[in-house]
């Protein structure tokens, strides 16, 4: 079966699509039974640079559409659903399969907020799919009381839990020191963590925090400075590869107080690296984390998000209690070969019985 892959660029832009896409194309499970190809269809960049790759992807798309047996489309919420619904329209004008992957954080609140014109273009968008995948199953759910479907499955991201491994360091002699790793804003909590620390550090002067990933890296350089805190919190800007996994191995704990999120693929490779996770309890994340592998606080609660990070600095006992339960988890439901393994059941159900209704 030959399956085209569309989605952001595995190396061009960043982000947790990214991620799954690049793990389908180096996946042994998938590439040993399909023969898939990897499309990019976004670029990241400035205003001008996104609209003209979004314009080019496209038009260059239409000839290879019909080469393919089953399309697995991409997409996350705003701009990023009504460009894929341009490629789904294609592959079904061509007679052909489809998957929609929904991975928007943020994408019922993005679907509640468009006019009726917009709604009625996202429900037509699900409705052509032959099969939608969700993130976790309250998500599939969710999609499932609001949009028309012919299927809906669950599909957690994965990651390689046993490469991770070599993240691991000690949890209990670094559980003063903590990591948080995506993009820097409002959404991902940034700001109420820096809030955080400077309460935590009033009981543990030598508590210390990482800040790493994209966004408002200046912005949030300001605010630690402005608190006085440049001792306690390091903010690093986007890391990847070896400077990535040294930082993970020096944490012992993985911090990321969101507001909105999906299944966040930081909170994943923190479990399959060993680590502690304080987190929120928001999209499917109190899927993966409960009482006996992380502390989940509610948005916003900054108090709570102190209170967490110090039962953490105060304990390694705790901390490794923790790791060791995370590490296990990962190996048993998030590894990315189950996670694959899975994936390629989906596609040879979306291509034999696409037309089929129902869950």
Not at 324 to 335: I, L, T
């Amino acid at each position: 079966m030959k399956i085209l892959v569309v989605g952001p660029h595995m190396t061009k832009a960043r982000g947790g699509m990214s991620s799954v896409i690049r793990d389908i194309q180096e996946s042994e499970e998938l590439n040993r039974e399909f023969d898939i190809d990897i499309y990019p269809s976004y670029i990241d960049g400035n205003l001008a640079l996104r609209l003209w790759y979004s314009v080019y992807a496209y038009f260059r798309f239409l000839p290879w559409c019909g080469k393919y047996d089953l399309l697995h489309i991409h997409t996350a919420e705003k701009g990023s659903t009504f460009r894929k619904n341009l490629y789904l329209r294609a592959a079904k004008r061509a007679g052909k399969k489809a998957i929609v992957h929904i991975h928007g954080a943020e994408y019922l609140t993005f679907y509640d907020g468009l006019g009726e014109r917009g709604k009625k273009a996202v429900r037509k968008f699900f409705q052509q799919a032959d099969l939608t995948l969700a993130l976790s199953e309250s998500w599939r759910r969710e999609l499932e009381s609001r949009f028309p479907m012919k299927e809906c499955r669950t599909l957690y991201n994965g990651v390689d839990a046993g490469g991770l491994e070599a993240a691991k360091g000690d949890p209990a002699a670094h559980c003063r020191s903590f990591l948080m790793l995506g993009r820097m804003g409002k959404r991902k909590g940034v700001y109420d963590l820096i809030a955080a620390v400077e309460l935590a550090v009033k009981r543990d002067p030598e508590l210390q925090i990482c800040l790493a990933g994209d966004g408002e890296v200046e912005k949030v350089r300001a605010v630690v400075a402005e608190k006085g805190l440049e001792r306690n919190v390091s903010v690093l800007g986007w890391i990847s590869g070896e400077e990535r996994l040294a930082r993970m191995r020096a944490a012992g704990t993985i911090v990321l107080p969101s507001y909105y999120e999906g299944l966040p693929m930081a909170v994943l490779e923190g479990m399959a690296a060993g680590k502690a996770v304080i987190s929120t309890a928001v999209g499917a994340i109190p899927e993966v984390v409960g009482e006996d592998n992380g502390i989940l606080v509610e948005p916003g609660d900054v108090q709570a998000l102190a209170d967490a990070m110090l039962r953490c600095s105060g304990s390694p006992e705790f901390v490794e209690r923790l790791s060791q339960a995370n590490m296990e988890k990962a190996r048993r439901f998030f590894d990315i070969r189950q996670i694959h393994r899975l994936l390629a059941e989906y596609y040879r159900r979306a291509a034999e019985e696409g037309s089929n209704g129902g869950k």
